[in-house]
């Protein structure tokens, strides 16, 4: 025997429907934040690579020169 509950369909669809747009939405934010983020991420890796570059350059540079003025 088994037992048979009624539930009322409307209330069932109102909690899908909820369920449903709550993800669409949550889903839709994460997006437009990875939009946001990942353009900012790649900016900041670029001037960081270009910025130790540079760094690199002088570094050598300076060690270049002070050789040739002590030899």
Known sequence: MGFVM???????????????????????FVRVGQLVVEPIVRVVAVVFIIV???RHHRHAQYH????????
């Open 64 to 71: 270049d020169s002070r050789q040739k003025h002590f030899s």
């Open 52 to 54: 130790s570059q540079c």
């Open 6 to 28: 009624e539930i009322p369909k409307s209330a069932m669809i109102g909690t899908m429907l909820a369920a449903t747009v709550e993800t669409v939405l949550m889903g839709a």
